[in-house]
T-cell receptor
Framework: AQSVTQLDSHVSVSEGTPVLLRCNYS??????LFWYVQHPNKGLQLLLK??????LVKGINGFEAEFKKSETSFHLTKPSAHMSDAAEYFC?????????????FGKGTKLSVKP | GAVVSQHPSRVICKSGTSVKIECRSL??????MFWYRQFPKKSLMLMAT?????????EQGVEKDKFLINHASLTLSTLTVTSAHPEDSSFYIC?????????????FGPGTRLTVL
């Protein structure tokens, strides 16, 4: 069965410093992996996705993630945090082996950005 | 493209009443729509998967008679919370999968905040 673990429930960085949000996955199949962002009381926005093409995936707003099969990781990074990046981030793996392609969400990491 | 809307965005109701939430794909056809529930400071929990023209598939532990799902067209799915109680208060989010798109990609609505008094 697929699962995803977000290693930090809360990450706090200063504006202008790098961001690292960690995610490890477990999958019996070649997984599809996603990062979504959710601002307070808002819906989910797709940041980026990995679907077996290039292992380094670039997303919106300067975010990127690297798929590392040997480490079963898909960490999200950004070189320089902006105040507007403060939000909840979800790492998601797709149940691609299932008939529905269901998404399985991590518990989320809250990113705080200090001025 | 790939916009999903939900209505209402926020609803407050009395205990014992029923509430209907609509999920629409605005610019694509969605054969499959998903309903999630999100508790405060928690992750999203998949409640059910609905396929156009057929019965919804509910996740384990989700009461199908309490959370009625209808997917009558390729652009509309509805979730009705019947006989709502305060413990049903939550943030409900729908998503839709593009009929012609990747089997793994879902587009999410903005969510509906339900408060049951």
């Amino acid at each position: 069965a697929q699962s995803v673990t977000q290693l930090d429930s809360h990450v706090s960085v200063s504006e202008g410093t790098p961001v690292l949000l960690r995610c490890n996955y477990s999958s019996s199949y070649s997984p599809s992996l996603f990062w979504y962002v959710q601002h307070p009381n808002k819906g989910l926005q797709l940041l980026l996705k990995y679907t077996s093409a290039a292992t380094l995936v670039k997303g919106i707003n300067g975010f990127e993630a690297e798929f590392k099969k040997s480490e079963t990781s898909f960490h999200l990074t950004k070189p320089s945090a902006h105040m507007s990046d403060a939000a909840e981030y979800f790492c998601v793996v797709s149940d691609y082996g299932g008939s529905q392609g269901n998404l399985i969400f991590g518990k989320g990491t809250k990113l705080s950005v200090k001025p | 493209g790939a916009v999903v809307s939900q209505h209402p965005s926020r609803v407050i109701c009395k205990s014992g009443t029923s509430v209907k939430i609509e999920c629409r794909s605005l610019d694509f056809q969605a054969t499959t729509m998903f309903w999630y529930r999100q508790f405060p400071k928690k992750s999203l929990m998949l409640m059910a998967t609905s396929n156009e023209g057929s019965k919804a598939t509910y996740e384990q532990g989700v009461e199908k008679d309490k959370f009625l799902i209808n997917h009558a067209s390729l652009t509309l799915s509805t979730l009705t919370v019947t006989s709502a109680h305060p413990e049903d208060s939550s943030f409900y989010i729908c998503s839709a999968r593009d009929y012609q798109g990747s089997v793994n990609e879902q587009f999410f609505g903005p969510g509906t905040r339900l408060t049951v008094l």
